[in-house]
T-cell receptor, first 113, second 114 residues
């Protein structure tokens, strides 16, 4: 079975801390994505990567950075966490193509106090 | 980007068919129509997708209007496990680095009654 694994289900951090959210996929997918999901705003794309060491900004990249050193791993970094980054973070991966399907992890609920 | 419009919520009884509508009047000729669903406390899950023709798979059917300005996701026999938020999404087929860059709207909350 296809698997996208996010390292933590729940995370509590303090304002100003550097936060790493890790995502690993076991499907040899080229593309990986980070979304955040907030009530009333739906899912919004933060960053995506279509190859190792490649990254593209999504719709809301401010305050975030990403790292993709290996094909299977895509990390989301909050350089200095703020309370408005409290959210559910969802990682996804896909194999490019016209029939492309996204496979999502279960999400990380991050609370920044 | 072309947008979709879905009802905020719908209700169904168990073992009855469910028709979830989606309007996408500004769809372009190369946009694929994708449906995902999100069960409580989980990430979204792919359901089905299509371009012009109706599509069937083990989870659902997708009926696409002839002018492609609307589509309907059909669950043939709803179960309690189908209670979820259903998202209708247009995926541009622009190539390059736009692969998989999906824009999720608010979706339709489906409630299934026993």
């Amino acid at each position: 079975d296809v698997k996208v694994t996010q390292s933590s289900r729940y995370l509590v951090k303090r304002t100003g801390e550097k936060v790493f959210l890790e995502c690993v996929q076991d499907m040899d997918h080229e593309n990986m994505f980070w979304y955040r999901q907030d009530p009333g705003l739906g899912l919004r794309l933060i960053y995506f990567s279509y190859d190792v060491k490649m990254k593209e900004k999504g719709d809301i990249p401010e305050g975030y950075s990403v790292s993709r050193e290996k094909k299977e791993r895509f990390s989301l970094i909050l350089e200095s966490a703020s309370t408005n980054q409290t959210s559910m973070y969802l990682c996804a991966s896909s194999f490019p193509g016209s029939g492309e399907k996204l496979f999502f992890g279960s999400g990380t609920q991050l609370s920044v106090l | 980007d072309a947008k979709t419009t879905q009802p905020n919520s719908m209700e169904s009884n168990e073992e009855e068919p469910v028709h979830l509508p989606c309007n996408h009047s500004t769809i372009s000729g190369t946009d694929y129509i994708h449906w995902y669903r999100q069960l409580p406390s989980q990430g979204p899950e792919y359901v089905i997708h299509g371009l012009t023709s109706n599509v069937n798979n083990r989870m659902a059917s997708l009926a696409i209007a002839e002018d492609r300005k609307s589509s309907t996701l059909i669950l043939h026999r709803a179960t309690l496990r189908d209670a979820a938020v259903y998202y209708c999404i247009l995926r541009p087929n622009a190539g390059g680095t736009s692969y998989g860059k999906l824009t999720f709207g608010q979706g339709t909350i489906l409630t299934v009654h026993p």
